[in-house]
């Protein structure tokens, strides 16, 4: 909470607005996955507009060596895990499958797996998924709009802007086995992907 409150102050300085819908769709009982896009670096700051209590995230554990930035996301109890070691990314998710329901937390992942500032969706892993269907907890997609009108690294562009937020509904699991996992993942994408176009003021 205290990093949430010092990050969330941020956007003043950067001349970011963030303009936050369906927040209600977060009070779901017990543990849930959050999926969301996964743009640059200011994701932070859009993450700490919304970020539920009783939350953490996964992230690859390069960022653990990211200076302030690594020590941010330590400090806020982010799990990390190793993505060059498919047997170490299991075991973790596995992990965090199981304690979920222990500690009842609710676990934020970038399903795109890295950063992209395209405008678009890169295909999701199923990884998150996964866990969602062996924890039988509900996923709920998170859409940030894209920053491209406003934010491109490759072009040294960074203007102020403003960045819609929509907490979508729940998606329930319960019932679904490892089967399903592929069409909970494309029915995710394929959502995801028009409300990104749709916040985007893209056709």
């Not at 302030?68 to 993505?83: M, P, S």
């Not at 992990?95 to 609710?106: G, I, P, S, W």
């Not at 979508?168 to 994408?189: A, N």
């Amino acid at each position: 909470r205290i990093i949430k409150t010092v990050v969330k102050t941020f956007k003043y300085f950067f001349g970011l607005r963030f303009e936050v819908k369906g927040l209600e769709n977060f009070e779901v009982e017990g543990p849930a996955i959050i999926v969301s896009n996964h743009q640059s670096i200011l994701d932070m700051m859009g993450l700490m507009e919304v970020l539920p209590d009783n939350c953490v995230q996964v992230g690859k554990k390069e960022l653990m060596y990211a200076g302030t930035v690594g020590l941010v996301i330590y400090l806020g109890g982010v799990i990390f895990i190793n993505r060059k070691s498919t047997s170490s990314a299991k075991m973790v998710m596995a992990e965090v499958a199981k304690t979920m329901a222990t500690d009842n937390v609710k676990v934020w992942v970038y399903p795109e797996g890295t950063r992209n500032c395209t405008g678009d969706l890169l295909p999701f892993k199923k990884g998150a998924f996964h866990i969602a269907v062996q924890a039988q907890v509900p996923v709920i997609p998170v859409v940030y709009s894209s920053f491209t009108t406003f934010y491109n690294p490759k072009k040294n562009l960074f203007t102020s802007g403003k960045i819609k937020v929509e907490v979508l509904p729940p998606i329930e699991t319960k019932g679904l086995t490892s089967d399903d996992v592929s069409d909970l993942t494309d029915r995710c994408y394929c959502t995801m992907r028009e409300t990104l176009f749709r916040l985007s003021g893209r056709p």
